[in-house]
């Protein structure tokens, strides 16, 4: 399952996904035009499938997202915290990520590592052509 794009409402916080959106259909304001974008895949793994991870952007919730989906974020041109929680699972590595006019689009791939006492929640960025389409 993939999805388009995520937005967060500044204004009433909900959490949506469009295809393109001008207004938020809760509280009627309208979006900031995003220069950025940030695109998530959580890859596929048997350890903590059926959980959601919670995607962080900046210590703000964006949602959840489920094994093998993906989810575009746009943002305004900046320097962005990214961390990710999956139930009981709280070792997360953390990725700093900078969107520029240069550099306008960060691919990031997310997945959960098992370990010897505990698992945890590795996060790298790649190329666009190491993400699956969307």
């Known amino acids: ?42 890859m596929g793994t048997p350890l903590a499938m059926a959980v959601g991870f919670g995607i962080y952007i900046n210590g703000v919730p964006f949602g959840h997202l489920g094994n093998t989906e993906s989810t575009r974020i746009p943002l305004p041109f900046g320097t962005y915290t990214l961390h990710f929680t999956c139930g009981m699972i709280r070792k997360c590595e953390d990725l700093v990520v900078t969107l520029t006019p240069q550099n306008p689009i960060a691919f990031v791939k997310t997945k959960v590592k098992a370990g010897f006492w505990t698992n945890s929640i590795t996060t790298q960025q790649v190329n666009g052509s190491d993400m699956p389409p969307v």
Do not use: W
């Open 1 to 42: 399952m993939s999805r388009l794009l995520r937005y967060r409402c500044n204004k009433c916080n909900k959490v949506m996904e469009f295809d393109s959106a001008t207004f938020c259909p809760k509280c009627g304001s309208g979006f900031v035009n995003n220069e950025g974008l940030i695109q998530i895949y959580r």
